[in-house]
């Protein structure tokens, strides 16, 4: 049975040197891409995309927020239209109770002069009664 092959210090650090050197040709390379018509074609494409993208998100962003002012003020709209039929009615309620109140004020006065004209006829006829038996 073979057994695992350690690596002394000075193979893991010219590993390390060779990935070292391996990415940085790796970078350098893609860097010299950036610079292609092709590349650069590309990646204006991209751009144009994402800013495509980024304008069409803050639309719908606007939007929602246009129909959320609009909801709210419908919202209030209702709220404000049904605190004015509130009014209305416990205005006409008010206005129906004070009509109740004057009609029976009025019957009350209707009442008290019948009885004060009854008592004034029964006086003069009592009176006359009176003077006949004289």
């Known amino acids: ?3 695992k092959k350690l690596f002394d210090f000075n193979e893991r650090r010219n590993a390390a040197e060779e990935a070292r050197k391996a990415a ?3 970078f350098q390379a893609m860097k ?3 610079e292609d018509p092709e590349v650069q074609k590309r990646m204006a494409e991209q751009k ?3 800013e495509a993208r980024a304008q069409r998100e803050a639309e719908k ?4 927020l246009a129909a959320r002012q609009a909801e709210e003020a419908a919202r209030l709209a209702a709220k404000r239209e049904a605190e004015r039929k509130a009014q ?3 205005a006409r309620r008010r206005a129906a109770e004070i009509e109740a109140a004057n009609l029976r004020a009025r019957q009350a006065a209707d009442q008290r002069n019948r009885a004060a004209s009854l008592a004034a006829a029964h006086k003069v006829m009592m ?3 009176k003077a006949r038996q004289r």
């Open 1 to 3: 049975m073979q057994t």
């Open 24 to 26: 940085a040709e790796k």
């Open 32 to 34: 010299s891409r950036l």
């Open 48 to 50: 144009a995309i994402a």
């Open 61 to 64: 962003r606007a939007a929602r």
């Open 88 to 90: 209305e009615e416990a």
């Open 127 to 129: 009176d006359a009664r």
